[in-house]
């Protein structure tokens, strides 16, 4: 079985300051790891992900992860937040074959002027 | 190089009516989701297929839900009869399942309002 936690459902930033969304997950076997975002009123998107390999990946628009096992985390982070980060990010666990991923319940960042 | 497509966007309807929300996956891609995303529930992984044929529907809540893929390339999430409870927006995501890990692409949702 698996599942997500991320801490903090609301995160607020200033612009230019560093954005960090935390994610914690709990695998029975080797993991993926994803990152989505979506902005209002659309569907989400792929922003990064882990599979195997180096494990510091980075995704689209600046952000970045890195998988921690021995934390099991897979921590989200962008150095300078822009205004048009503004959106939910959901951090999401799979394990290997046809299972469905497992969402957690998201993160709301906002980007303050 | 078009991505998942579901219709209508935008559905209003009164309670008891029944509801069809459409979905196309991506061509190629033979594993289909639909999720239905509320406020107070998150994200919620309703049925998924593989291959056309339904592997896992224990999140389809009640026996109004109903959920179909006749062919590789359409889905449709029924309600019937619908009820106010049900207002939400459905995502519906298409994946190829045969990787080693299964990226999911989104298309945009149907916000549902059930009055």
């Known amino acids: 079985a698996q599942s997500v936690t991320q801490l903090g459902s609301h995160v607020s930033v200033s612009e230019g300051a560093l954005v960090l969304l935390r994610c914690n997950y709990s695998?029975?076997?080797?993991?993926?790891l994803f990152w989505y975002v979506q902005y209002p009123n659309q569907g989400l998107q792929l922003l990064l992900k882990y599979t195997t390999g180096a494990t510091l990946v980075k995704g689209i628009n600046g952000f970045e992860a890195e998988f921690k096992k021995s934390e099991t985390s897979f921590h989200l982070t962008k150095p300078s937040a822009h205004m048009s980060d503004a959106a939910e990010y959901f951090c999401?666990?799979?394990?290997?074959?046809?299972?469905?991923?497992?969402f957690g319940k998201g993160t709301r960042l906002s980007v303050i002027a | 190089d078009a991505g998942v497509i579901q219709s209508p966007r935008h559905e209003v309807t009164e309670m008891g009516q029944e509801v069809t929300l459409r979905c196309k996956p991506i061509s190629g891609h033979n594993s289909l989701f639909w999720y239905r995303q509320t406020m107070m529930r998150g994200l919620e992984l309703l049925i998924y297929?593989?291959?056309?044929?339904?592997?896992?529907d224990s999140g389809m809540p009640e026996d109004r839900f109903s959920a179909k893929m006749p062919n590789a390339s359409f889905s449709t999430l029924k309600i019937q009869p619908s009820e106010p409870r049900d207002s939400a927006v459905y995502f519906c995501a298409s994946t190829e399942a045969d990787r080693s890990y299964n990226e999911q692409f989104f298309g945009p949702g149907t916000r549902l309002t059930v009055l």
């Open positions: 695998s029975s076997v080797p993991p993926y």
């Open positions: 297929f593989n291959n056309n044929v339904p592997i896992d």
């Open positions: 999401a666990v799979s394990g290997s074959g046809n299972t469905p991923l497992v």
